[in-house]
Nanobody
Framework: QVQLVESGGGLVQPGGSLRLSCAAS????????MGWYRRSPGNELELVAS???????NYGDSVKGRVTISRDNAKNMVYLQMNNLKPEDTAVYYC?????????WGQGTQVTVSS
């Protein structure tokens, strides 16, 4: 089962940008969907974005228009570009691999949006 490692989180001011990266331990080209989820204190796990092998993208309502997911199958990497960040985007962001028969999760990376 693939192992996922996130990076790129940190502290950013409102209106700022961050690019999260997810490195997979093996090929992701055949994994049905790669995605990003987040969880903030007191809230449930929330879909941020996902992208299928066919290139179809799905975004959470709260981030539409502000984030872009991409995947580089050749490098076994998944990226999340986040722009115009808001304090409510503060959360731990998790990379996810969904093969339809199993799922894998990274350990998470903290994103804090604060002035």
């Amino acid at each position: 089962q693939v192992q996922l490692v996130e990076s790129g989180g940190g502290l950013v001011q409102p209106g700022g940008s961050l690019r999260l990266s997810c490195a997979a331990s093996e090929s992701i080209s055949s994994i049905y969907a790669m995605g990003w989820y987040r969880r903030s204190p007191g809230n449930e796990l929330e879909l941020v974005a996902s992208m299928s092998t066919g290139g179809s993208r799905n975004y959470g309502d709260s981030v539409k228009g502000r984030v872009t997911i991409s995947r580089d199958n050749a490098k076994n990497m998944v990226y999340l570009q986040m722009n115009n960040l808001k304090p409510e985007d503060t959360a731990v962001y998790y990379c996810n691999a969904d093969s339809l028969t199993w799922a894998a999760w990274g350990q998470g990376t903290q994103v804090t949006v604060s002035s």
